[in-house]
């Protein structure tokens, strides 16, 4: 079992910045491929980014290649997104998600999912 718990968002301007961190517990986080999504009011969830277990490799989707940066650190049990130049269009409450199985990691069938974490950008 993993349990995740996002964390950093919040309230920033167009052009800012927000690190989110996605805390994990459970003895098989650094088992598991780590993803980044994210669901504005209205719309479906977006898958936005995805690392390793070994962070080997990264998965990112174009509205955010070049701006998000998806990292992890298994000692910390804990996967990070570096947000930058931040748009009105990135406001969205951002999950954090494990899944075991790398070739699903840009859908929304993950294992297990956090409970979210509010961005807001304003202009």
């Known amino acids: 079992q993993v349990q995740l718990i996002e964390s950093g968002g919040g309230l920033v301007q167009a052009g800012g910045s927000l690190r989110l961190s996605c805390a994990a517990s459970g003895r098989s986080f650094s088992s598991y491929h780590m993803g980044w999504f994210r669901q504005a009011p209205g719309k479906e969830r977006e898958f936005l980014a995805a690392?390793?277990?070994?962070?080997?490799?990264?998965s990112y989707a174009d509205s955010v290649k070049g701006r998000f940066t998806i990292s992890r650190d298994n000692a910390k049990n804990t996967v990070y997104l570096q947000m930058n130049s931040l748009k009105p269009e990135d406001t969205a409450v951002y999950y954090c998600a494990a899944n075991s199985r790398w070739r699903l990691v840009t859908t929304t069938t993950y294992d297990y999912w956090g409970q979210g974490t509010q961005v807001t950008v304003s202009s």
């Open positions: 690392i390793s277990w070994s962070a080997d490799s990264t």
